[in-house]
């Protein structure tokens, strides 16, 4: 995103706001002359730079030994620009749906009486009589992702994560398996592993990442709770 807000006269000035995991490294270092700025993101992941001089930055973001580079041109005076740069390109951790990634967490086309319910640290999908689906109101662009880490803390439902193009798949009632029309998908049952991974690596593009729970006995509604979703690249 940038907005131009060029003023006249005076030393070169930019601002660039790169949104990172809280508590992470941030740097800035200009290609042309190799002059750093650098900073730390605060709690709500937010580090912002002055930049001093135009150029091509690269920008990184480091946190416990782990990193994560982008690039960026700046050119004019008074520009501002925001970046995402995610150690690890969550897409939900520990109750934060990563806004300005994904839009936040909406309803997926689903079946009838489900529900989900945004916790303080976790995500919990309730399938109501028969099931139910959310993903993120933003299409995430796949493209150099190997896997998605999709990590329960509890499932008393069917829970399946799987890609699409289309708005209106979702996990017909009637079965156990996933209907989506796009692939990849996986279902995972009640006692699996809580660690799901999902192959993306033949995938380009941009899809809508959704998960779902499915009603696993016959009596009552069942759920599944998630505390983290993460795009996983070599």
């Known amino acids: 995103m940038i907005v131009n807000m060029t003023g006249a006269g005076g030393a070169f000035s930019a601002t660039l706001a790169v949104t990172t995991d809280a508590g992470a490294a941030v740097s800035a270092t200009c290609a042309g002359n190799g002059k750093t700025y650098s900073g730390t993101a605060g709690e709500d992941g937010i580090c912002m730079l002055n930049i001093r001089a135009s150029g091509t930055y690269t920008v990184t973001a480091t946190l416990n030994g782990v990193s994560e580079t982008g690039r960026i041109a700046i050119a004019d005076m ?4 925001a970046m995402d740069l995610y150690i690890g390109m969550y897409l939900y951790r520990h109750g934060d749906e990563r806004q300005s990634l994904t839009g936040g967490w909406i309803n997926h086309d689903s079946g009838a009486n489900g529900s989900f319910a945004k916790g303080e640290d976790a995500m919990t999908i309730y399938s109501g009589a028969y099931s139910h689906n959310i993903r993120p109101a933003k299409m995430i662009d796949l493209t150099g992702v190997t896997a998605l880490r999709w990590l ?8 399946y994560i799987g890609v699409t193009k289309k708005t209106s798949d979702y996990f017909n009632a009637g ?4 209907n989506w029309t796009s692939s990849p998908s996986k279902q995972v049952n009640p006692g699996d592993a809580n660690e799901v991974l999902l192959d993306v690596s033949s995938l380009t593009g941009s899809y809508y990442v959704v998960l779902a729970s499915r009603r696993y006995t016959t009596e009552g509604a069942t759920d599944v709770i998630f505390s983290e979703l993460e795009c996983i690249r070599e």
Not at 175 to 178: C, E, H, L, N, V
């Open 78 to 81: 008074g520009e501002s620009h």
């Open 152 to 159: 329960l803390t509890t499932h008393t439902a069917w829970a």
């Open 175 to 178: 079965t156990i398996s996933a």
